[in-house]
Every structure is written in structure tokens, then in C-alpha cells.
């Protein structure tokens, strides 16, 4: 019975991906498919490394909106760019181009300690703005060959190998929470900023550090996503943080920091996007799904909310 309680406890997001994904294979013949587990693992590839940089931000009690700006700033960048430096130059400078926005973010919460969600909805703003105004608010289409070749590459057949950098990206993110120094002292950050400030560690450092890695996974996020749409525009991932941040805090990384990691963000990720696709399949309106989204959301936050009043309390 203990290993039951703590099976549901502590892997209850796996439970529930690898429960509902059997169910859909049985109660849908066309889920299973060649055809539908490529466009699943296709569409989730882009969100979920733009979805391991939040869980950065998150463990350091942190908050950032603007990565779906920055994921449409650098996919423009690198789309105008492409054809007259090549593949892999443009690909370094919208990584770069990524981390400098998240540095310019992260520079007024680390340093003056302002509100992260005030911060990044400004920044937000700011990057569309630019993004605009560089593509004249007309998208940006190119069928490179690179981004081609990158498009059809699929092992067996059904998973592209985008979707492989994912779960890279995941793994080695987990790496650096679990097995390193910078890791260990992230968590202490996000439990307690004041503890963390007592203990001497260089606070400002680790928040400022957070929004670069989560501008880094943002760029990083764009350009997968320009191996599949081969178009970038202002508006690009405009609902990003509406779809992110639910993968994120269902995979079990607290709101409120210093408890999550980036595998858990992994199932998260799988699970929100096996519901999205489950709902596509039973033909549920998109303003349905919308409020389905909400309601999730809501739940999400309000459990979370429960549990950190209740492990206070203790």
C-alpha cells in the first residue's frame, strides 16, 4: 500500500500520460497512427524546449511572459538573416539574440528587484514591437534546404528528430538542477530568496542567469518551429504563455520556486499535449478547448496554491 501512495504521489504525471495515451489508442483506431504520432510529437517539440526554459525561471520564484515575443523576435531575425549567412551563422545569432533579450529582462528583476511579470509583460511588448517592425508586419517565408532536409529527417518514419533535441535539451537541464553545484543553490534561491541571501550566495546572479537560459530555450524553440512552418511573423507563439506555463506547473514545478525540474516538465509537456490532441480528435470546438485550457489552468493553480499554504502549515 506504501508503494502505491508513493507511486501516485511522486510519478502520478507519468501515471497519467502513459493511462491516457493506452486509452486513446484504444478508443481512437487513428491516434495510434504513423500519420497523428508524428504530428503529436511535431507540434510538441517547439513549446516544450521554450517550456524547460520557464521551468528555470519558475524554480527561482520567478515569473516571464515575454518568451513567446522572443521566440517571435529570433525566428524573424533568423528567417531574414538565413539565405545571406547560411544555416548554422544565422542559427548562433538568434541563439545569441535570444539570451541578450533575456538578459535585458532578467537585468531589471535581478537588479533592481522589480516585478518579473510587470518586467517581462513590458519586454513582451518591446520584443513583438521590434519583431513588427523589422518584418513590416508581413511573415517572413523561406523553404531553406536545411530546414527541409531538418523537416523530413524521421526515425522509422514517425518521430522527427526535432523532437529528439527535446528530450536532449531535457536531459541535460536535469543534469545541471541535479548534479551540479549551480542546481543545488537555483533551489535554494527559489525556496527562500531571503535564506539565500543570509547563506552568501550571489542571488542576483542566479536570477539574472534564469531569464538568459529561458531566452536561450525561447530562440532555441523558435527555430524548431521554423523546421515545420518555414514562416516567421510578429505574432508568432502570441499564445505561448497560455499553453507553457500549464505544461510546466502540471509537470510539478512550484509556482512559488525551489521544488519542480525539467524531466517532470517533460511529462507535463506530453500529457497537456496528448489532452490537446485527444480533444482535436473528438472534433471539440476551439473555443471549447479554450475554456478547457482555462479550466485546467485554474485547477492547476489553485491546488498548487493548497499544497504550499499546506506544507507551510507543517
Known sequence: MTIVKKLTKDYRIPLLTVLLFVFMCFARPFFPTKANIYALTDSI????????????????????????????LTSCCFMMILTKV????????????????G???GFFVASFRL????????????????ALTITKSTPVSLAYPA??????????????????????????????????????????????????DNLGLRTRYYLWSVFIIQGFC???GGIAMMTRMFSASGNL????????IPMVIVGGTAM????????????????????????????IQASIQQLVKGLILLIIIVSDKYMENKNAKV
Open 45 to 72: 517539440t517547439a513549446y516544450g524546449i521554450a517550456a524547460l526554459g520557464f521551468t528555470f525561471v519558475m524554480l527561482a520564484g520567478q515569473l516571464d511572459i515575454s518568451f513567446g515575443s522572443v521566440m517571435a
Open 86 to 101: 547560411g544555416f548554422l551563422p544565422a542559427l548562433l545569432i538568434a541563439l545569441l539574440m535570444g539570451c541578450v533579450c
Open 103 to 105: 538578459a535585458v529582462t
Open 115 to 130: 516585478s518579473p511579470f510587470i518586467v517581462s509583460m513590458t519586454m513582451q511588448l518591446i520584443y513583438k514591437g521590434i
Open 147 to 196: 530546414l527541409t532536409a531538418i523537416n523530413n529527417c524521421r526515425l522509422f518514419g514517425t518521430v522527427p528528430v526535432v523532437f529528439f533535441l527535446f528530450l536532449l535539451v531535457a536531459l541535460a537541464a536535469e543534469f545541471v538542477l541535479r548534479r551540479t553545484q549551480y542546481g543545488r543553490n537555483l533551489m535554494i534561491v527559489g525556496g527562500n530568496i531571503s535564506a539565500a
Open 218 to 220: 525561447a530562440a532555441l
Open 237 to 244: 507563439a502570441i499564445d505561448g504563455p497560455l499553453n507553457i
Open 256 to 283: 512559488a520556486g525551489g521544488r519542480g525540474g525539467t524531466i517532470k516538465t517533460l511529462w507535463g509537456v506530453l500529457l497537456m499535449n496528448i489532452i490537446y490532441n485527444a480533444m482535436s480528435m473528438y472534433s
